[in-house]
């Protein structure tokens, strides 16, 4: 595993902005582990080629020192997120050519701050359930095994479990979800990582396909 994926946000960030570190090598480094991990079935929309020109837009950013919050910083992105020209299907059939004409909130955010989407990732159809089997994708494997088992699949939960498996992996560095009655939290117990559930309405619901507006919360 390449030593920048070893760097945890605050380390990274801290060499991008000395200059010691480019955008493009964190960037291809990232997305070389998503490839590595593909039998993982984390991604299913990857957006690779979009993040390398961005890449190459925040190294300009930061050589001319007008480089954001978040500049440059490698994201995934759970695919019950609407994303302007790029397919958002919440992982059902029924919206397999769905692609919207407009972006959600969160993502619109962290494109301000200047972060870079690696791609759409896993979940469970429409967000209904715990382990990303009813995906239409086929479900995500857990990066983790058991000792004495090393060769069973494991679930990674649900439903963003395309998202903690990527955190995990090291396919990402860190991913978006959404949790209504432990979307969040439970995958992220399962993979190993840290979940955030924020106070309910904190973080706009617009442009998310939410299971229950009342209750679904959009978080890291």
């Known amino acids: 595993m390449s030593e920048i994926l070893k760097l945890d946000f605050f380390q990274l960030k801290e060499k991008l902005k000395a200059r010691t570190l480019s955008v493009s090598e964190v960037v291809d480094a990232y997305i070389q582990r998503s490839e590595d991990t593909s039998n993982l079935n984390i991604y299913v929309h990857d957006t690779f080629d979009i993040a390398r020109e961005q890449a190459k837009i925040a190294d300009q950013r930061y050589k001319k020192g007008e480089n954001r919050p978040l500049e440059g910083l490698p994201l995934g992105t759970k695919d019950i997120f609407c994303t302007k020209d790029i397919p958002t299907t919440c992982c059902s059939r029924i919206l397999e050519t769905f692609v919207p004409t407009y972006e959600s909130t969160v993502t619109q955010n962290l494109k301000n701050a200047g972060a870079i989407s690696?791609?759409?990732?896993?979940?469970?159809?429409?967000?209904?359930?715990?382990?990303?089997?009813?995906?239409?994708?086929?479900?995500?494997?857990?990066?983790?095994?058991?000792?004495?088992?090393?060769?069973?699949?494991?679930?990674?939960?649900?439903?963003?479990?395309?998202?903690?498996?990527a955190v995990a992996a090291g396919a990402t560095l860190a991913a978006l979800g959404t949790d209504t009655g432990g979307s969040i939290r439970q995958p992220a117990g399962h993979c190993g990582i840290v979940g955030i559930k924020p106070t309910y309405g904190l973080c706009s619901r617009w442009g998310i396909m939410a299971f229950a507006s009342s209750l679904t919360r959009q978080a890291p």
């Open 118 to 165: 690696l791609g759409k990732l896993n979940l469970d159809e429409f967000a209904m359930g715990s382990s990303t089997k009813t995906s239409m994708f086929g479900p995500s494997i857990n990066p983790y095994k058991r000792p004495d088992m090393p060769n069973r699949a494991l679930a990674p939960g649900g439903s963003s479990g395309g998202s903690s498996a």
